[in-house]
């Protein structure tokens, strides 16, 4: 085990050195328009033609460091991404930009962000910033101070697996924070699990109290989608919609979208 594990750190590097990560983004949906609000972006890595899972390489990456240099780099791809569909659809949505645990411990993590998005001339509206329940909960008072400046600046920001940390709800009083995510794990029973109902139906009432937006993320069928609908959350994220797919791929899916729902209006009026 030791020896896949220093081998595949190895490669890591080797793949780092050699340019063979790549990004997909899968789309959020609002579940009443069925509009693309946003999309997540995901780090993909082929190794030798076998795709290496993220829970697999993302946290060799912290222990090794790379996580800073890569995660970097995951911004600046994503926010130059982001400028070219800007121009080329000025209405396009934002996307959402995972931070680990090992970049908020950075110095300078704030400056860096900002150079970022102002170094690709991307509004900054059109970037969030999404950092897990459990990674805030370790770096409360530093993340809270990095939230504020981010949020100063136009950038928005996201609690990513919300409800898996098992922790005090009061540090939401004291964070600026515009989004909670719903992880999966509540979702992927949803349509036959009471206490998974219950637990979902909580946190959206108490994300709808804060004034903040409400995504299910691992949204795979009809059942789950009508529950979510029911308890008002107000975006999904998951395969019933559609895979990670590459930036062209997401580009044609918001436009496909966004037509789809201008003829639908045009229909309406059109009626007598």
Known sequence: MVESITDLESRLWKAWENQEFTMNYQPQVNILTGSIEKFEALIRWNCDGIPISPETFIPIAEETGLIVPLGMWVLQTVCEQLKKWETECPDFCGVSVNFSA????????????????EASGVSPRRVEIELTEGTFMLHQGNAVEIFEQLKQTGITVAIDDFGTGFSSLSYLQHIPFDTLKLDRSFIMNLQHDVKSQAI?????????????????????????LEFLKLECCDAVQGFLFSKPVSAEEAYQLF??????????KINEIALP
């Open 255 to 264: 436009v496909h979208h966004k037509l789809s729902k201008e003829a639908v």
């Open 102 to 117: 090992r970049q908020f411990q950075e110095p300078e993590i704030v400056q860096t962000i900002i150079r970022a998005v």
């Open 200 to 224: 979902v139906k909580a946190i959206i009432a108490l994300a709808r109290s804060l004034n903040v937006r409400v995504v299910a993320e691992g949204v795979e069928y009809e059942q789950q």
